[in-house]
Each structure stands twice: as C-alpha cells, then as structure tokens.
C-alpha cells in the first residue's frame, strides 16, 4: 500500500515538472516569435520611412511639364556618356530620382539605390570595410537581423568592375531578398526582367541573363580585375546554369555585370540573379 502511494505521488511529482516545463518552452517560443515579428516590423518600417526620405521631392526640383506623346516611342535605354542609360523605361515605369545627400546624412556608406522593376525590392545599398558589418545592422546602424542590402567590400563603389556582388538577406516576411526567387516565376520574368542601380553619378538599368541556386563558395563569387576572353567566358558558364526561360541575350567580355546574392533554405547554397548593364 505504502509503495502504491509511493508510486502515485512520484507520477504527480513528474507530471508537474512536465507541466512547468512544457509551460516555460511554451512562453520561450512565444517570446522568440514575438520578438522576431517586432523585429521584422522595426526593419521593415525604418526601411519604409527610407525610401520617403530618399524619393522625397528636393525644393530645387521642379516638376516636369507633360507634353504629348509621339506617335512612335524612340528606344529608352540608348547608352549616355558610355554606359549612363535615360531614366526613362519601357511600360509605366521609371527610376526614381534618389536623393543621395539626405542619405550620406544619415549613412556616408551608401554607393547606391537598387530598384527591381517587376519585384518589389528597392533598397539603398551600402558597402563598409569587411562583408560582416551589415548582416546584422540596418542601413541606420540599429541592430536588426534584416541587416542591409550591401556590396562586396573588394568591389569598387562604382559598378564599373566586371562583376559587382550585391548582398541581401532572404526574410522570411518577404524583405529585403526575400522576394529574389520571384523571378523564376514566369509571370514575374515575362512582365520585365530589368533592374536598376542609382548612384550618385548616373542611373544604370540591366538586363537580367540569368537566375539560379549555387554553392556558397562556388565560381558565380569570381571577380576579374580587367574584361577580356576570361570574363566573357564566365558569363557564359553563368547563363548556362539559369533555371530561366531561354531567351538570346548576348554576352561580351566588355559587359558590366551585377550579381545579387541571397541565402536558401540550405545554408550550403545561395539564390543568385545576374544582370548586364545595357
């Protein structure tokens, strides 16, 4: 009898201790979950009220009167001063104007403005000294697992090298480049497969030859130190591996290529997007 008792009151012993542990992974878990979702709403916001900064309307500026439209549209991406385009585009869209001081103000790091025409990402890019700085600090300098959209520290500020890695993490809510893979989606491809890079200097607009997953450390990371015969057969071993629809777009060692770069499910690999400077 005294065992039976024994034996019972262990079991309840055990059952409370089960109890208390399941609540305390319970509240940890809820803690966790809250805490991301405040931390993806405090990334996403700050980047938000960039984006107002950056396209807000100087004083100086002043509005560009509507005129009639042509009959016939010339092409909009004829080259200006060498590989500067127009900022007009095909369709409704245009790169906007960035407002690179009121940036600087805030982070002197910032070299560019990325904008995807037929995906929502448009972010400033930044570039600091080492490639670790921004993968867990913002564009303001806050700590926030969305970090920053940003350039291979070995790269040269001003997309002229052959080609310019670009950074970005793949949040789970969508941002930063989150939403990168979206360009395999043939909707998505079909309607444009243009980007652009504002900088300070000039508005570069590129012509997407090539999406596909690869290993983190595989040959997509090469950079070149001139153009040439190497290069160029890069770029074809490049558009050989896209998982996109096979549409002709020609390649020369001369291009300037950008290559965006975000992780995958499998910590292994990384989801890469290649455009050329038209």
């Known amino acids: 009898m005294k065992d039976r008792k024994t034996k019972k009151k262990i079991r309840e012993i055990a059952w409370r201790a089960a109890l208390v542990v399941s609540l305390c992974v319970f509240v940890f878990c809820a803690y966790r979950l809250i805490a991301i979702q405040l931390e993806y709403k405090a990334g996403t916001e700050e980047y938000d009220s960039l984006r107002e900064i950056a396209m807000e309307t100087t004083p100086e500026a002043t509005p560009t009167p509507e005129a009639e439209e042509p009959e016939e549209t010339p092409q909009d991406n004829t080259p200006v001063e060498g590989d500067e385009v127009a900022?007009?585009?095909?369709?409704?869209?245009?790169?906007?104007?960035?407002?690179?001081?009121?940036?600087r103000e805030i982070n002197s790091e910032v070299v560019g403005w990325i904008v995807m025409e037929s995906i929502d990402i448009s972010y400033p890019i930044v570039k600091a000294e080492d490639n670790d700085k921004y993968l867990g600090t913002t564009f303001e300098g806050k700590k926030n697992g969305a970090g920053a959209i940003f350039m291979e520290h070995t790269n040269q500020p001003d997309f002229n090298d052959c080609n310019t890695l670009i950074y970005g993490h793949n949040m789970k809510n969508g941002s930063m480049f989150?939403?990168?893979?979206?360009?395999l989606e043939e909707a998505v491809y079909s309607k444009s497969r243009y980007f652009w890079i504002c900088t300070p200097e000039g508005k570069y607009r590129y012509e997407i030859f090539s999406a596909y997953e690869t290993p983190a450390d595989g040959?997509?990371?090469?950079?070149?130190?001139?153009?040439?015969?190497e290069f160029k057969a890069y770029l074809d071993a490049m558009k050989e591996k896209s998982a996109l629809p096979q549409i002709t777009i020609p390649l020369t060692g001369?291009?300037?290529?950008?290559?965006?770069?975000t992780c995958t499910a499998n910590s292994a690999n990384r989801f890469v997007v290649q455009g050329?400077?038209?």
Do not use: C, H, M, W
């Open 87 to 103: 900022a007009q585009t095909s369709g409704d869209f245009e790169a906007p104007d960035i407002n690179f001081d009121a940036l």
């Open 178 to 183: 989150g939403s990168l893979n979206k360009i």
């Open 219 to 229: 040959e997509t990371y090469t950079l070149f130190s001139e153009p040439g015969e």
């Open 254 to 261: 001369n291009d300037k290529v950008v290559t965006l770069s």
């Open 276 to 278: 050329k400077r038209v």
